[in-house]
């Protein structure tokens, strides 16, 4: 299994559309993807950044949505693409 990690940052004043962009576009879109097995999306307590780490079956997979992810964020949304990488999944529990 493979993980892809991805930090955003969030726009000052901008949370609760950064919540909406996740729950109606982002969560789905990860969900429909070829191979997806599970993700968990956070955001820090001072609400500037965003953390995801989505799981998939294969390390192709992963890379795909990882070419995907490097575009970035549609213009004028209200987060920026900080870091994107696939991992090898050691463990979990």
């Known amino acids: 299994m493979y993980a892809l990690v991805v930090t955003v940052g969030l726009e000052p004043g901008r949370g609760d559309e950064a919540v909406e962009m996740l729950n109606n576009q982002v969560v789905p879109a990860a969900k429909a993807n070829a ?3 599970s993700g968990t999306w956070a955001r820090s307590e001072d609400g500037t950044k965003g953390h995801s780490v989505e ?16 575009d970035g964020p549609p213009p004028g ?17």
């Open 55 to 70: 799981l998939y079956e294969t390390k192709e997979a992963a890379e795909a949505i990882l070419a995907q992810a490097k």
């Open 77 to 93: 949304a209200p987060v920026k693409l900080l870091y994107a990488e696939v991992y090898e999944v050691l463990a979990q529990a």
């Open 35 to 37: 191979g997806f097995v």
